[in-house]
């Protein structure tokens, strides 16, 4: 594995792990109904 593909697969993770925080500390505040249609934010 070469050095680019290594930062991309770095950014990628990053990314991910940042979006999952990110969505874990809005969970309490957003609420999405059963058919994934309706979003409610407070």
Not at 21 to 31: G, L, M, P
Request: zero cysteines; charged letters at 20%.
């Amino acid at each position: 594995m070469d050095a680019k593909s290594f930062l991309i697969g770095a950014l990628i993770i990053a990314l991910l792990a940042g979006g999952y925080f990110y969505y874990d500390s809005t969970r309490s505040q957003v609420k999405i109904d059963a058919d994934g249609v309706k979003v409610q934010a407070n």
